[in-house]
């Protein structure tokens, strides 16, 4: 086949909406990227040598990987079965949550974490007594870590539901989860070995979509007054004009790192069907 | 004793009865099949003995044991899907195997009978293949040898053959029965398509709207139809209205007309109406056989069915289907030629309604 040929098979209005979706997601990395080098002419790369000498830096970036870490695994504990529930025994209420899960597009994140504030900063007591339970979520650090994780499973909400109920939808769930239970199968098994690898690239994106929602946020961090990356750049953004440029280069390619190794740990086993 | 004993089972959702007081023994090694219409109850009372369903009233005993309120993991049941149901995260030998990793049998065990069972659906060289690389046939073998590992105590089969093409469903359901009687399993077996269950069954049930209609053996449901539900769901029939005009004698009259049944009418009086059945293979020319009843007809039509030649032929005002076997030599009537055509008064059905 010649090139001419070729040329007439490919469908022109395809490659038209590509080129332009591409440009659109890749000009303003490379005018950030360009931007971040245009500090010293005479060492384009400093403004990311001063970046990665902060040690804030990579102690704030880490801090919001692993909250981003437990927000997936919490999300998918919480997310999973509720769906699969949802799917097999109460269709009936499944506009209900799906309502439930849009309501973080509707509620702004201030208004989460004032209400998060208003309703952790005070202490847990034995009901109509003054006797204490637990201090204040907000008043320790453990507390507000849960306080913060917790946040972002609400911010992080509509992706993972809709990721995890899409995954379900391309596998007959009910069919599988009967053909497990007449092999003996309990609901950990049917779960962790049938349900969990055959929804597994519906829960890749969903903790993808989640892990770019958490190192990047701002309000709750702030609000809540952690040390995240979202603050820190904005911090930073506020002070500085090139490190800022640099890191959101930087974090954008670490946080697609850390997605390809996930992809790369989770789909070394088996074929999954969702992977068909 | 029986094996498999479903006693007064009733299923209900809300105001709808779905099965209705449904009874049934089965015994060791049987291969039974529910046999109806979509929505008659019978996937429901399969479900039931899987345990995915709960009958609203009934018991469900299996090998002496009430299984009625077991949960479906807690039952020795292989069950058979229409969709195959294979996990598609795993290999045909881990399909094969996961019953038997779930009841944590030892990992030789597992080889063992996941060689055994391979061999037996003769699959050894896909093995190692995922779901979604054999074909339909071949996935629903594999469904059959996973529900088998387990030794299952009864194998249910929801509808096995339906999403598969005409040949492998003929080749499959022979496989299915010829493994059935090798291990000599209890099996029950649902179905819509009659020459599936006429085919397969040791007995069937027919059933509609929730009831049973008829048990019996193939060759019964058939032969001897006891309603004229089965008679027309099981086969062809040719049913029209007709008139009792001597019933100690078995005489009724179709538009003048008059035939003679074997069938019971004494209890009938003389101008009750009724409705007379027969199949259009117990017809046939007058000149090769004389029977009881010998008619006068026209040829209306004539359809070519491949190994058997329907002919339509009009006896006084009604249409009748007539069957008979294609042979290279056969000579057929022209189309609006008279002729007279003859069946036995057995053949003349007079059924429940």
Same mark, same amino acid.
């Given at each position: 086949?010649?090139?001419?040929?070729?040329?007439?098979?490919?469908?022109?209005?395809?490659?038209?909406?590509?080129?332009?979706?591409?440009?659109?997601?890749?000009?303003?990395?490379?005018?950030?990227?360009?931007?971040?080098?245009?500090?010293?002419?005479?060492?384009?790369?400093?403004?990311?040598?001063?970046?990665?000498?902060?040690?804030?830096?990579?102690?704030?970036?880490?801090?919001?990987?692993?909250?981003?870490?437990?927000?997936?695994?919490?999300?998918?504990?919480?997310?999973?079965?509720?769906?699969?529930?949802?799917?097999?025994?109460?269709?009936?209420?499944?506009?209900?949550?799906?309502?439930?899960?849009?309501?973080?597009?509707?509620?702004?994140?201030?208004?989460?974490?004032?209400?998060?504030?208003?309703?952790?900063?005070?202490?847990?007591?034995?009901?109509?007594?003054?006797?204490?339970?637990?201090?204040?979520?907000?008043?320790?650090?453990?507390?507000?870590?849960?306080?913060?994780?917790?946040?972002?499973?609400?911010?992080?909400?509509?992706?993972?539901?809709?990721?995890?109920?899409?995954?379900?939808?391309?596998?007959?769930?009910?069919?599988?989860?009967?053909?497990?239970?007449?092999?003996?199968?309990?609901?950990?098994?049917?779960?962790?070995?049938?349900?969990?690898?055959?929804?597994?690239?519906?829960?890749?994106?969903?903790?993808?979509?989640?892990?770019?929602?958490?190192?990047?946020?701002?309000?709750?961090?702030?609000?809540?007054?952690?040390?995240?990356?979202?603050?820190?750049?904005?911090?930073?953004?506020?002070?500085?004009?090139?490190?800022?440029?640099?890191?959101?280069?930087?974090?954008?390619?670490?946080?697609?790192?850390?997605?390809?190794?996930?992809?790369?740990?989770?789909?070394?086993?088996?074929?999954?069907?969702?992977?068909? | 004793?029986?094996?498999?004993?479903?006693?007064?089972?009733?299923?209900?959702?809300?105001?709808?009865?779905?099965?209705?007081? $449904?009874?049934?023994?089965?015994?060791?090694?049987?291969?039974?099949?529910?046999?109806?219409?979509?929505?008659?109850?019978?996937?429901? &009372?399969?479900?039931?003995?899987?345990?995915?369903?709960?009958?609203?009233?009934?018991?469900?005993?299996?090998?002496?044991?009430?299984?009625?309120?077991?949960?479906?993991?807690?039952?020795?049941?292989?069950?058979?899907?229409?969709?195959?149901?294979?996990?598609?995260?795993?290999? #045909?030998?881990?399909?094969?195997?996961?019953?038997?990793?779930?009841?944590?049998?030892?990992?030789?065990?597992?080889?063992?009978?996941?060689?055994?069972?391979?061999?037996? %659906?003769?699959?050894?060289?896909?093995?190692?293949?995922?779901?979604?690389?054999?074909?339909?046939?071949?996935?629903?073998? #594999?469904?059959?040898?996973?529900?088998?590992?387990?030794?299952?105590?009864?194998?249910?089969?929801?509808?096995?053959?339906?999403?598969?093409?005409?040949?492998?469903? #003929?080749?499959?359901?022979?496989?299915?029965?010829? %493994?059935?009687?090798?291990?000599? %399993?209890?099996?029950? $077996?649902?179905?819509?398509?009659?020459?599936?269950?006429?085919?397969? *069954?040791?007995?069937?049930?027919?059933?509609?709207?929730?009831?049973?209609?008829?048990?019996?053996?193939?060759?019964?449901?058939?032969?001897?139809?006891?309603?004229?539900?089965?008679?027309?769901?099981?086969?062809?029939?040719?049913?029209?209205?007709?008139? #009792?005009?001597?019933?100690?004698?078995?005489?009724?009259?179709?538009?003048?007309?008059?035939?003679?049944?074997?069938?019971?009418?004494?209890?009938?009086?003389?101008?009750?109406?009724?409705?007379?059945?027969?199949?259009?293979?117990?017809?046939?020319?007058?000149?090769?056989?004389?029977?009881?009843?010998?008619?006068?007809?026209?040829?209306?039509?004539? &359809? $070519?069915?491949? *190994?058997?030649?329907?002919?339509?032929?009009?006896?006084?005002?009604?249409?009748?289907?007539?069957?008979?076997?294609?042979?290279?030599?056969?000579?057929?009537?022209? %189309?609006?030629?008279?002729?007279?055509?003859?069946? *036995?008064?057995?053949?003349?059905?007079?059924?429940?309604?």
């Amino acid at each position: 086949m010649n090139f001419a040929s070729r040329l007439r098979k490919v469908p022109f209005w395809s490659w038209v909406w590509f080129i332009l979706g591409a440009l659109y997601f890749v000009l303003p990395l490379f005018a950030t990227f360009e931007f971040s080098l245009t500090w010293d002419p005479a060492n384009p790369l400093k403004a990311y040598q001063r970046a990665f000498e902060d040690r804030d830096f990579w102690e704030t970036f880490l801090y919001s990987n692993i909250l981003a870490l437990a927000t997936i695994i919490f999300s998918i504990l919480l997310i999973v079965p509720t769906a699969y529930w949802i799917r097999l025994r109460l269709p009936e209420a499944r506009r209900i949550v799906e309502f439930i899960t849009l309501m973080p597009f509707v509620v702004p994140a201030i208004v989460l974490v004032f209400g998060l504030i208003r309703i952790y900063s005070s202490s847990f007591n034995v009901p109509f007594t003054d006797i204490q339970l637990m201090q204040p979520l907000t008043n320790f650090k453990a507390g507000t870590n849960i306080l913060i994780v917790a946040g972002y499973m609400v911010l992080a909400m509509p992706y993972m539901y809709r990721s995890v109920d899409t995954g379900m939808r391309t596998v007959d769930i009910r069919t599988l989860t009967e053909a497990a239970q007449s092999l003996g199968a309990s609901w950990y098994v049917i779960i962790s070995q049938i349900i969990l690898p055959n929804i597994r690239s519906a829960l890749l994106s969903g903790a993808l979509l989640t892990f770019a929602i958490v190192v990047g946020e701002v309000t709750l961090a702030s609000f809540l007054g952690v040390d995240a990356f979202g603050p820190y750049l904005f911090l930073l953004g506020q002070h500085r004009a090139y490190e800022p440029a640099a890191l959101s280069f930087v974090s954008f390619l670490l946080t697609w790192l850390a997605m390809g190794l996930l992809q790369l740990v989770s789909g070394g086993q088996g074929q999954a069907a969702g992977a068909h | 004793m029986s094996y498999l004993s479903l006693s007064n089972i009733t299923k209900q959702y809300g105001d709808a009865v779905v099965v209705d007081n $449904f009874n049934l023994e089965i015994a060791k090694g049987e291969f039974i099949s529910f046999l109806g219409p979509s929505g008659c109850g019978k996937t429901t &009372t399969l479900r039931m003995v899987a345990g995915f369903e709960t009958p609203t009233s009934g018991r469900i005993m299996l090998d002496g044991e009430d299984i009625t309120d077991k949960a479906p993991n807690q039952r020795t049941v292989g069950m058979i899907f229409q969709s195959y149901a294979l996990f598609p995260n795993m290999t #045909v030998a881990q399909n094969i195997g996961f019953g038997l990793s779930v009841r944590k049998e030892s990992k030789e065990m597992i080889k063992q009978r996941v060689d055994e069972m391979i061999v037996l %659906i003769n699959l050894e060289k896909h093995a190692h293949k995922y779901p979604y690389q054999l074909s339909g046939g071949q996935q629903q073998r #594999v469904s059959l040898a996973r529900a088998l590992a387990i030794h299952p105590q009864v194998l249910l089969l929801d509808e096995p053959l339906s999403a598969l093409d005409a040949k492998i469903r #003929v080749s499959l359901r022979s496989e299915i029965r010829a %493994i059935q009687r090798k291990l000599g %399993i209890t099996a029950i $077996f649902v179905t819509h398509d009659q020459e599936e269950a006429l085919s397969i *069954s040791d007995r069937i049930v027919v059933m509609n709207a929730g009831l049973m209609e008829q048990v019996g053996t193939p060759f019964e449901i058939y032969n001897f139809p006891q309603t004229q539900f089965v008679a027309n769901f099981v086969g062809s029939l040719n049913t029209v209205k007709a008139e #009792v005009s001597d019933p100690a004698k078995g005489l009724v009259t179709v538009d003048g007309v008059q035939f003679i049944t074997a069938s019971d009418i004494k209890s009938r009086k003389k101008g009750d109406a009724i409705r007379i059945s027969v199949r259009p293979e117990r017809f046939s020319f007058a000149e090769i056989q004389k029977k009881d009843n010998v008619l006068d007809c026209t040829i209306e039509n004539i &359809t $070519f069915l491949g *190994s058997v030649v329907r002919i339509q032929v009009k006896i006084g005002n009604s249409n009748f289907n007539m069957d008979t076997f294609n042979n290279p030599f056969l000579e057929l009537p022209k %189309i609006g030629s008279k002729e007279r055509v003859t069946c *036995s008064k057995e053949a003349v059905l007079v059924l429940d309604e």
